[in-house]
């Protein structure tokens, strides 16, 4: 019989299959827009299309996101993840028999309406079941099998890129529909959040639940401390109004910041259009900048797994000032690269002599490795932990609202702005991630070590004392 630790892990396991759909997506989405098969299928896509394709699951992914709490609430957390993948199987079957352009972007707004109900919830669902001495690694499941879509999404849109027939882009989202159909399939068997079930007074099926998944002994003193935590909530209900009062606003629009700004280093650009990326840098076939952008994933998955394993050891400053450094100097790099030895003939990005092409590719991978290690794990803790648990949750759809809307920016924009200018897009997500470690630098305490009651007293502390604000911590 499997120990409670195990029993965690695989629902860990099985409700981030949510994240492996939207790694999925991803990693393939660039890639099948370049295939030949898809524009003798659809037509050829602009730029400005193109860029509208791409984005805009991330626009109705926003909307569905601030709903899925709400939602959450009503129907159960488990049910709210099944709701949600469900959407995005009758998306992706939409977008794996479309015709035309039109039906695309209803099938793709159709994706991103479950993609942001169904990530938004396993969020919630996996720290509430998980006990306090895992929390933090069942969480960042999600985020693992994330990266492992992304890097699965590049290399099935490169196998399937060998078939002569639609079928070469139509394959990766006939992938996704049957993933969608196993969460959907596998989330009635999982068990109700125990905080859900107490929300809700039904006590004794919270017991059960615990039993399950606690050791014994400390099944009646969880439950006791949920029943009390939440009439304590139930007392003192938290209001949107609140996260920007005078109390709270720094943290709030710091969380904000974070979230925000960390699109703006061009990870999505960098993963949504990769192929663009290498073949502007000198691979010539199609195929090879598809493999090129393989090994991106495949990098991406390999160095977010030791910030998953250390960040508790390294900290929350270290890796955001760390990484900041090194990701702003290899965009840095680049664009420098393209100012001396690129250029634009009839509308296309060139860069000239092979040590300049391997050295762009090189510093590619780089930025997307130290991109994992550093800001695609710590910003999300470090922008929950900060607020308030009365907050948190009203706290955190602003701040997922601002990535989402950030993201969509970035990735309408990306193909004019790569097709515009050689060096442009590189400059200006450099100067942005500069810009957010000097912030970090200056205005982020450091939280490493602390509960969260101590990471409260400490910004109520800095609150009182407007000095120590500035100093860096």
């Given at each position: 019989m499997a120990s409670t630790t195990v029993k965690i892990y695989l629902i860990a396991l099985h409700t981030s299959l949510a994240g492996l759909l939207w790694g999925l997506d991803t990693g393939s989405i660039g890639p099948l827009t370049q295939m030949s098969q898809f524009s003798d299928s659809i037509g050829h896509l602009s730029s400005g299309q193109l860029g509208i394709y791409v984005?805009?699951?991330?626009?109705?992914?926003?909307?569905?996101?601030?709903?899925?709490?709400?939602?959450?609430?009503i129907m159960s957390r488990k049910y709210g993840i099944l709701s949600g993948g469900l959407i995005v199987a009758v998306g992706t079957v939409i977008s794996a028999s479309a015709k035309n352009f039109p039906a695309l972007i209803s099938a793709r707004l159709i994706t991103g309406v479950g993609q942001g109900q169904s990530i938004s919830v396993v969020t919630i669902y996996l720290c509430e079941i998980a006990p306090q001495e895992i929390r933090g690694t069942v969480a960042t499941m999600l985020q693992l099998l994330i990266t492992i879509g992304i890097a699965a999404g590049?290399?099935?849109?490169?196998?399937?890129?060998?078939?002569?027939?639609?079928?070469?882009?139509?394959?990766?989202?006939?992938?996704?529909?049957?993933?969608?159909?196993?969460?959907?399939?596998?989330?009635?068997?999982?068990?109700?959040?125990?905080?859900?079930?107490?929300?809700?007074?039904?006590?004794?099926?919270?017991?059960?639940?615990?039993?399950?998944?606690?050791?014994?002994?400390?099944?009646?003193?969880?439950?006791?401390?949920?029943?009390?935590?939440?009439?304590?909530?139930?007392?003192?209900?938290?209001?949107?109004?609140?996260?920007?009062?005078?109390?709270?606003?720094?943290?709030?629009?710091?969380?904000?910041?974070?979230?925000?700004?960390?699109?703006?280093?061009?990870?999505?650009?960098?993963?949504?259009?990769?192929?663009?990326?290498?073949?502007?840098?000198?691979?010539?076939?199609?195929?090879?900048?598809?493999?090129?952008?393989?090994?991106?994933?495949?990098?991406?998955?390999?160095?977010?797994?030791?910030?998953?394993?250390?960040?508790?050891?390294?900290?929350?400053?270290?890796?955001?000032?760390?990484?900041?450094?090194?990701?702003?100097?290899?965009?840095?790099?680049?664009?420098?690269?393209?100012?001396?030895?690129?250029?634009k003939v009839d509308g296309e990005v060139y860069l000239n002599g092979r040590a300049s092409q391997w050295a762009v590719i090189i510093f590619i991978?780089?930025?997307?490795?130290?991109?994992?290690?550093?800001?695609?794990?710590?910003?999300?803790?470090?922008?929950?932990?900060?607020?308030?648990?009365?907050?948190?949750?009203?706290?955190?759809?602003?701040?997922?609202?601002?990535?989402?809307?950030?993201?969509?920016t970035v990735a309408l924009t990306a193909p004019l702005f790569l097709r515009a200018s050689p060096s442009g897009p590189y400059f200006l997500f450099s100067l942005a991630t500069l810009f957010v470690t000097i912030v970090c630098f200056f205005f982020m305490p450091e939280t490493k070590g602390k509960s969260l009651e101590e990471i409260e007293e400490l910004f109520e502390m800095k609150a009182s004392d407007p000095e120590q604000v500035l100093c860096p911590a």
């Open positions: 984005a805009c699951i991330l626009l109705s992914a926003s909307v569905s996101s601030l709903c899925s709490g709400h939602v959450a609430d590049y290399f099935i849109a490169y196998g399937s890129s060998s078939l002569n027939t639609s079928l070469a882009w139509r394959i990766p989202f006939i992938v996704e529909a049957c993933v969608a159909v196993v969460l959907v399939a596998g989330m009635p068997f999982m068990p109700y959040s125990p905080r859900w079930l107490v929300q809700h007074g039904r006590y004794e099926e919270a017991r059960v639940v615990l039993q399950k998944l606690r050791q014994t002994q400390s099944v009646d003193e969880e439950l006791n401390s949920l029943r009390s935590n939440l009439e304590d909530e139930n007392t003192h209900q938290a209001t949107f109004s609140e996260v920007f009062s005078k109390r709270y606003i720094k943290r709030s629009l710091l969380g904000i910041f974070l979230m925000g700004f960390e699109m703006l280093c061009g990870i999505d650009a960098v993963l949504y259009y990769a192929p663009i990326l290498f073949t502007q840098a000198g691979f010539s076939s199609q195929r090879a900048s598809f493999l090129a952008s393989g090994v991106s994933g495949i990098i991406n998955l390999v160095f977010t797994i030791p910030a998953q394993l250390w960040v508790d050891k390294w900290g929350r400053k270290f890796p955001l000032i760390g990484g900041g450094i090194a990701i702003a100097s290899c965009f840095l790099v680049i664009g420098s690269l393209y100012a001396a030895h690129g250029g991978y780089m930025f997307v490795a130290n991109f994992a290690w550093s800001w695609a794990v710590v910003i999300k803790i470090y922008a929950c932990e900060i607020m308030p648990t009365r907050l948190r949750a009203k706290a955190c759809a602003f701040q997922q609202l601002a990535n989402w809307i950030i993201n969509f």
